[in-house]
């Protein structure tokens, strides 16, 4: 099932790319994981996929090393390189130092405290912990996320930061009525993350618009998502 689902959403990918008349090569596929097993996470990556997102800190570390341990006991299989795990749901404080020693990415950095102890604390021997800054794009109360206006300040700063490579930007909006309406919040977001990189406050361009999910991937696409984030299609409902 896993798989068959994972060819309909790449197929829905490579739809949405030619209709926007992009490179299906541009999107990267996050499968997300979180409730599942790391049962599923392989059976995912027995059909290619290398990427999985987590939400929950805990579940997520004991995922990575469980399928860590399958990987480590299962040489070059079933992928050429090793899992990719990206951190997406709220940090606090107590639990950066799990971060930053099971995962590759970290999506959902939306202050300068949480990003500075994941640089303190990103073990020397791993690479630079990848990051994207999670933008509240259109201003949900109840959401985290730094506030649009306060983004380059923060991309800036977070970009100094030793341990840690600053990637992109991260959106999660409220669901949208339409198609037309989904594809207008998503754009606030790629021309937010397209003047951050032209302001000349980085060191190096950000590369990863990290926006739409099992819903609205169609219309993330459209207005220039690089990463869309799938669950529920991939594995099913929660
Ligand atoms: C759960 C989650 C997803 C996946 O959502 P689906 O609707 O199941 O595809 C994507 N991004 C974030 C941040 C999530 O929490």
């Not at 068959?4 to 090569?25: E, F, G, K, S, Y």
């Not at 997102?53 to 805990?58: D, F, L, T, V």
């Not at 341990?163 to 949208?176: D, F, K, N, T, V």
Request: hydrophobic share 45%.
């Amino acid at each position: 099932m896993i798989v068959r689902n994972l060819q309909l959403v790449r197929d829905r990918i490579t739809t949405a790319c030619v209709a926007a008349a992009r490179d299906p090569a541009s999107v990267r596929l996050l499968a997300v994981s979180k409730t599942f097993n790391a049962d599923a996470v392989i059976e995912a990556m027995s059909d290619g996929q290398r990427a999985f997102g987590e939400n929950y800190i805990q579940e997520g570390v004991d995922k990575i090393l469980a399928v860590r341990g399958w990987e480590a006991d299962h040489p070059g299989l079933p992928l050429s390189r090793p899992s990719e795990w990206h951190c997406i749901g709220p940090i606090q404080s107590n639990k950066t130092r799990l971060v930053a020693e099971h995962f590759d990415w970290v999506q959902s950095v939306d202050r300068l405290k949480i990003a500075q102890r994941l640089s303190e604390q990103r073990p020397p021997h791993l690479p630079p912990l990848q990051v994207c800054l999670q933008v509240n794009i259109d201003g949900g109360a109840t959401k985290s996320g730094v506030a649009p206006q306060d983004a380059q300040a923060l991309a800036a700063e977070v970009a100094r930061l030793p341990r840690l490579q600053l990637r992109g930007l991260m959106s999660i909006p409220e669901p949208a009525p339409d198609f037309v309406a989904a594809c207008a919040v998503h754009k606030r977001a790629a021309d937010l993350f397209d003047q951050i990189n032209r302001a000349g406050v980085l060191p190096q361009a950000m590369d990863t618009l990290s926006m739409g999910m099992t819903a609205d991937l169609e219309a993330a696409i459209h207005a220039g998502s690089t990463m869309v984030r799938v669950g529920t299609a991939i594995f099913g409902g929660r």
